[in-house]
């Protein structure tokens, strides 16, 4: 008997499937349409749990090329199911990241919705690592438990020889950052070839091979368009199963997870976003599944957003009912609520904003696209009474973002919301209307005497230019300080660039950090001299960023000895500038502006008042020529007494007590309380500390103030009226103040001595710890202890043995070491935290050896000064502890140094969608196994 040839019986399947699907719709179709008839729109929105699920990709016998052996290693990674949802996504960052992405460029995956990261087991003994490590072994597990013969799982092929170095290649989410987006690969040559690496990847129908696909639409979305029909069956087809597959066939592919099918779905609508010609074949299958009504919450949501980004919100099936806030008995879920107007806000991104709305606007601004309501949900104008503050703000910000009609009146009318936050963001995106009239309300606003207003109007104002952000630079508050110089950091201008220059030496150090970040991205010209200001005049952690920028920039700034003084610092500046290895031309215009003004005192004023302030200083009072000066100098102008200040402060002849006492009081209500100082009763004496507390709370006292103070405190002996002083002067880090404090750490009294080593440690400047050293031998355990934690501050390595000198005892100098052995144990632990905050290795050791003791709160202690000390090293005896910790409070303090220790880009990304701390300590291990699973790790070597 002849058998049935491989065509016939692929036909007689075929017509069962069909004869099976005609079944099928002949019972569920009557069932749809009556309940369609009956109403029940919202039965759309309903939630179903989403299970992985096995796909029904038509498996064909095609020539799978083998995978590169510089790939191998990747391919292993990328065969796991670690995508993650990224909950420091933004619209506002993917649009502003894609909006001018080049075809040779790859974006930056921390700005996308979906992540490819570190993936959570249930065990952190079940490591990651092992795949990495021996491919080969991974690889028969994996068809061991699949019963797959025909061909290898997703990354699974043996290496070609047994040494290959692929073989014990390390990756992780990490990895895979710094593989496809490095700053210092610029060249499109080098992004082209990792496009390359994954369209490899992506040419194999296995796990690795979805991932690469979707990795690939999703970095390089202008180039992926050959994604579209791998990505279209993975969140299209992964709900259904081949009809051609027996129960008993254990021949399966991967599975598609939830987690992968989001996340295609993801990548489909960036590719079709930026397509030339949208696949209306494509744009019908996304749309139609918005019509079935067992799909989650999550996909459904997911859809919105995703097809927001090439088609009008309402043209959306079932948005419109996600948005339907009319019957309060019956809202839809908020998750859905939510996804529908960040759709909305996506669309709005995508074909209505332009950057210069949120940033510097200029003449040769584009005219903005016209507001159409046809675009739109019918209903989204209810969406301004959603009971979510989330969403009432969120919908101010699409208002202010499509140019509503309404959009200033909608704003305006949530300034009066209830919630704080709705208030606060309504401030901001008033700056992104460009109206007169919402400028006249940010500047109401920027007045304000909450802290929290005025911040939200400082990023409003920002998108408006530096020149509306000038009288918010010398706000009291810190945190405005910060949001001026964010927002002046979005324009690269001369103007900002100025403006700047005043906030480097900031009393905030956080502040001038911040400086130093906003211009990252900035042109040379206008970054590097503000680089170099922020190496002489900032603090030390601002001049130590300033030089690791400078030498990204140039190459040069290494040189540069971010601990030498001010003046030799000042002088290496200049030798650079000089000899044309860094560009000088804004330096000078900046040399000559800035907080002092002298460009706004004329040349020829400026000698005059030179004459009169040498006759001050070398005649005597009886002179006829004194008198005139004294008269002459008391009509200045607040910009003339800026130079008079700058040339008390560089004579090196004495001043004549009339000069503070009788001249410098008419010019200034600083130096009449400065005066008020010499009172014998000591209530006046405390309220002109007070008042000139309050005047550096506004700006920093100037230095011929903290100058004069000095001489007057050494013969003060009311300890308040010290506090108030040296509170007035803690954020300041020039020398006039560090000498006022080291005048406070040889006072007799035990708790100034103490207030001058908390200065000497608040702003850790190396060259002022041999003046702390000799205070570790005094007699007062207070003075002794605020002495070791200003030297762990100091980053000065010589308060770890001390200096040998003929003062002392030479078996015994003033160190660190010695304390070791005291016989008070707060000593002995401050000692111990100080040297760790040093790098001393005994130091770190005994810390370590303390976060083992038997008592918790001894362990708690430890672990929390582990994170205070910034070293590296720790990270995994943290990780080991909090894998055995059972006290639950030790146990946070063990995450919270953890997560100070390890920078947030280098944290497993699982942590933001755990609470459980007991959890969170399972991912560390998973993370510190997969980073140390190859033969080297970016923590190992430590600081």
Same mark, same amino acid.
């Given at each position: 008997m002849k058998s049935a040839s491989p065509r016939g019986i692929n036909l007689a399947r075929v017509s069962e499937v069909r004869r099976s699907h005609q079944k099928w719709l002949s019972w569920t179709l009557p069932l749809l349409v009556c309940a369609a008839l009956s109403g029940c729109q919202k039965s759309l929105l309903q939630n179903v749990s989403e299970t992985p699920v096995v796909t029904a990709f038509k498996e064909v016998e095609t020539f799978k090329?083998?995978?590169?052996?510089?790939?191998?290693?990747?391919?292993?990674?990328?065969?796991?199911?670690?995508?993650v949802k990224n909950h420091h996504w933004s619209p506002y960052d993917e649009w502003i990241t894609l909006r001018d992405l080049k075809t040779t460029e790859l974006s930056a995956p921390h700005n996308h919705r979906w992540l490819f990261g570190v993936k959570q087991d249930s065990s952190p003994l079940q490591q990651v690592a092992q795949a990495v490590e021996t491919p080969d072994k991974s690889a028969k597990a994996e068809q061991d438990a699949d019963d797959t013969t025909a061909e290898k799982s997703a990354g699974a092929e043996k290496p070609t020889a047994p040494n290959n170095k692929s073989a014990a290649e390390s990756w992780s989410f990490n990895a895979l950052h710094d593989f496809f987006h490095r700053e210092e690969d610029s060249e499109p040559t080098h992004k082209s070839q990792k496009i390359a690496a994954l369209q490899q990847l992506a040419a194999h129908d296995t796990l690795a091979g979805w991932n690469a696909t979707i990795l690939w639409a999703t970095l390089a979305p202008r180039t992926a368009a050959d994604t579209i029909p791998t990505l279209e069956k993975l969140v299209c087809e992964a709900d259904k199963r081949s009809d051609s597959e027996s129960k008993s066939d254990k021949k399966q592919k991967a599975s598609v997870s939830p987690g992968i099918r989001l996340a295609a779905l993801n990548g489909l609508s960036l590719v079709l976003a930026h397509a030339d010609a949208l696949p209306i074949e494509t744009k019908q299958r996304l749309t139609q599944l918005l019509s079935h009504p067992d799909i989650s919450f999550k996909l459904r949501g997911e859809l919105y957003?995703?097809?927001?980004?090439?088609?009008?919100?309402?043209?959306?099936?079932?948005?419109?009912?996600?948005?339907?806030?009319?019957?309060?008995?019956?809202?839809?879920?908020?998750?859905?609520?939510?996804?529908?107007?960040?759709?909305?806000?996506?669309?709005?991104l995508w074909f209505y904003a332009e950057p210069d709305q949120f940033s510097h606007r200029s003449a040769a601004s584009q005219q903005p696209r016209p507001y159409q309501s046809s675009a739109?949900?019918?209903?989204?104008?209810?969406?301004?009474?959603?009971?979510?503050?989330?969403?009432?703000?969120?919908?101010?910000?699409?208002?202010?973002?499509?140019?509503?009609?309404?959009?200033?009146?909608?704003?305006?009318?949530?300034?009066?919301?209830?919630?704080?936050?709705?208030?606060?963001?309504?401030?901001?995106?008033?700056?992104?209307?460009?109206?007169?009239?919402?400028?006249?309300?940010?500047k109401q606003q920027s007045t304000r005497p909450q802290e929290t207003v005025r911040v939200a109007a400082a990023t409003g104002l920002s998108s408006w230019g530096p020149v509306y952000l000038a009288g918010l630079g010398d706000d009291s508050s810190s945190a405005v300080r910060l949001a001026v110089a964010e927002g002046l950091g979005q324009s690269p201008t001369a103007d900002a660039a100025l403006q700047l220059k005043s906030l480097i030496n900031d009393r905030s150090t956080e502040v001038q950090l911040t400086v130093i970040e906003s211009i990252r991205h900035w042109p040379d010209e206008l970054a590097i001299p503000l680089l170099l200001e922020g190496i002489k005049e900032g603090v030390f952690k601002t001049r130590r960023a300033s030089v690791l920028q400078l030498t990204e920039r140039t190459g040069v700034g290494g040189i540069i000895s971010i601990e030498a003084s001010r003046e030799e610092r000042t002088a290496a500046i200049q030798s650079l500038v000089q000899s044309g290895q860094l560009p000088g031309g804004f330096w000078t215009q900046l040399m000559q502006q800035g907080i002092h003004q002298e460009s706004r005192v004329n040349q020829?004023?400026?000698?005059?008042?030179?004459?009169?302030?040498?006759?001050?200083?070398?005649?005597?009072?009886?002179?006829?020529?004194?008198?005139?000066?004294?008269?002459?100098?008391?009509?200045?102008?607040?910009?003339?007494?800026?130079?008079?200040?700058?040339?008390?402060?560089?004579?090196?002849?004495?001043?004549?007590?009339?000069?503070?006492?009788?001249?410098?009081?008419?010019?200034?209500?600083?130096?009449?309380?400065?005066?008020?100082?010499?009172?014998?009763?000591?209530?006046?004496?405390?309220?002109?500390?007070?008042?000139?507390?309050?005047?550096?709370?506004?700006?920093?006292?100037?230095?011929?103030?903290?100058?004069?103070?000095?001489t007057m405190m050494s013969r003060?002996?009311?300890?308040?009226? @010290?506090?108030?002083?040296?509170?007035?002067? !803690?954020?300041? =880090?020039?020398?006039? #103040? %560090?000498?006022? $404090? &080291?005048?406070?750490?040889?006072?007799?009294?035990?708790?100034?001595?103490?207030?001058?080593?908390?200065?000497?440690?608040?702003?850790?400047?190396?060259?002022?710890?041999? @003046?702390?050293?000799?205070?570790?031998?005094? !007699?007062?355990? =207070?003075?002794?202890? #605020? %002495?070791?934690? $200003? &030297?762990?501050?100091?980053?000065?390595?010589?308060?770890?043995?001390?200096?040998?000198?003929?003062?002392?005892?030479?078996?015994?100098?003033?160190?660190?070491?010695?304390?070791?052995?005291?016989?008070?144990?707060?000593?002995?632990?401050?000692?111990?935290?100080?040297?760790?905050?040093?790098?001393?290795?005994?130091?770190?050791?005994?810390?370590?050896?303390?976060?083992?003791?038997?008592?918790s709160a001894v362990r708690r202690d430890a672990v929390r000064e582990m994170g205070e000390s910034g070293q590296t090293r720790f990270v995994e005896p943290l990780i080991q502890m909090a894998w055995t910790e059972r006290n639950s409070s030790t146990l946070e303090e063990i995450l919270s140094s953890l997560g100070r220790l390890v920078p947030p880009s280098d944290q497993p990304a699982e942590l933001k969608t755990v609470s459980s701390p007991s959890e969170q300590a399972k991912i560390w291990m998973n993370w510190w196994q997969t980073q140390h699973s190859g033969s080297s790790s970016r923590l190992s070597t430590g600081r």
């Open positions: 090329p083998e995978i590169p052996a510089e790939l191998e290693g990747l391919n292993v990674y990328l065969s796991q199911d670690l995508w957003r995703s097809l927001s980004r090439f088609m009008p919100p309402a043209q959306i099936t079932s948005m419109n009912q996600s948005m339907d806030i009319t019957d309060s008995n019956a809202l839809p879920p908020k998750e859905l609520r939510r996804a529908a107007l960040e759709g909305c806000i996506m669309h709005g739109w949900p019918e209903n989204i104008m209810q969406v301004r009474w959603d009971p979510d503050a989330i969403i009432r703000w969120n919908f101010g910000y699409w208002a202010a973002v499509v140019r509503h009609p309404d959009a200033e009146a909608i704003l305006t009318a949530q300034l009066k919301d209830a919630d704080m936050l709705v208030q606060n963001k309504a401030i901001r995106n008033l700056g992104l209307l460009g109206s007169d009239s919402a400028l006249r309300i940010l020829g004023r400026v000698a005059e008042l030179q004459a009169y302030f040498q006759q001050l200083i070398n005649q005597s009072p009886d002179a006829p020529g004194w008198q005139h000066a004294f008269q002459e100098l008391t009509q200045l102008t607040p910009e003339e007494v800026n130079q008079l200040e700058k040339m008390i402060l560089e004579t090196s002849v004495a001043i004549p007590d009339e000069v503070y006492s009788d001249l410098l009081p008419k010019l200034d209500t600083n130096y009449a309380a400065l005066q008020q100082l010499n009172s014998s009763h000591v209530t006046d004496r405390r309220q002109a500390a007070q008042q000139l507390f309050m005047s550096s709370q506004k700006s920093s006292l100037n230095p011929v103030i903290v100058k004069r103070l000095r003060e002996q009311d300890r308040l009226v @010290w506090r108030i002083v040296m509170e007035s002067i !803690s954020r300041d =880090s020039y020398e006039e #103040a %560090a000498q006022l $404090a &080291l005048l406070a750490i040889n006072h007799n009294w035990p708790d100034i001595r103490v207030l001058g080593c908390e200065y000497f440690g608040a702003h850790g400047i190396p060259q002022y710890a041999p @003046w702390v050293l000799p205070l570790l031998n005094d !007699s007062n355990h =207070s003075v002794q202890l #605020a %002495a070791i934690r $200003a &030297l762990g501050q100091c980053h000065n390595p010589i308060a770890i043995n001390g200096v040998q000198s003929d003062e002392q005892n030479p078996s015994r100098p003033a160190s660190l070491r010695n304390l070791l052995t005291h016989s008070n144990q707060r000593v002995r632990f401050e000692t111990v935290v100080a040297l760790s905050h040093l790098g001393d290795f005994q130091g770190m050791q005994e810390l370590v050896r303390l976060s083992n003791d038997t008592r």
